[in-house]
């Protein structure tokens, strides 16, 4: 006897930009379809973003956004796409998507790239996309580590804003004192509304000024 296979529940995404020429959801959908009836699939749902860019984030993309609500809900056991490039542009959101979609057990179908999260050529991705995912993580670290030690190794105690002027700041409180608006003040002064704002707190709560 041969071996029982379950059957997949599938929700289906597709995406096209406006800038997509010969390229709309209703050719991706067919191709996906088809590898459904061939495959044995149950098709429970079908997402799509219809002129949305894949730069966008997820809040403007809302078939991709009710897509993850379904991932989190378990709703369905693989994702099917026509490309990889129909999920996003770029690497770190390919990475966001798998480990969003691995957490839930969910597997992922490419048809353009011929690849099934569900084989096990296809789970080996996974894996190394973990890696991948890592090693970003860790670069980055490093790389803030570097550059604050750099900055340091410079002479600089302290990060951040530098400290403004004291003589500045007693110039923005006279001017305060007499009534001047927080703009005139920042332009006669030729600094930031930002600082002369600061310095107006400062002297409120200090009693030296009048709120108004």
């Not at 997402?47 to 379904?70: C, Q, T, V």
């Not at 670290?141 to 951040?160: D, P, Q, T, Y």
Request: charged share 30%; aromatic share 4%.
């Amino acid at each position: 006897m041969g071996r029982q296979t379950m059957t997949r529940s599938v929700a289906l995404y597709v995406r096209v930009s406006t800038s997509n020429k010969g390229q709309t959801v209703e050719n991706q959908l067919a191709d996906l379809q088809a590898a459904a009836e061939r495959l044995g699939w149950d098709v429970v749902a079908v997402y799509r973003d219809d002129g949305i860019s894949g730069a966008k984030g997820r809040e403007k993309r809302p078939g991709f956004d009710a897509l993850m609500k379904g991932v989190a809900r378990k709703e369905f056991t693989m994702v099917a796409a026509w490309s990889v490039d129909r999920l996003g542009r770029s690497l770190r959101d390919l990475i966001n998507f798998l480990e969003a979609i691995r957490e839930r057990g969910v597997d992922l179908y490419l048809h353009k790239q011929a690849l099934d999260t569900s084989t096990t050529t296809g789970r080996a991705m996974f894996a190394l996309l973990s890696i991948f995912s890592e090693m970003e993580r860790s670069i980055l670290v490093e790389r803030i580590h570097a550059g604050l030690n750099r900055v340091r190794s410079e002479g600089v105690k302290k990060l951040g804003r530098p400290p403004t002027d004291p003589k500045v700041v007693e110039r923005v409180k006279r001017l305060l004192a007499q009534g001047t608006g927080i703009r005139p003040t920042a332009t006669k002064l030729k600094v930031s509304t930002g600082l002369v704002q600061r310095v107006k707190a400062e002297m409120v709560e200090n009693g030296d000024l009048l709120p108004r």
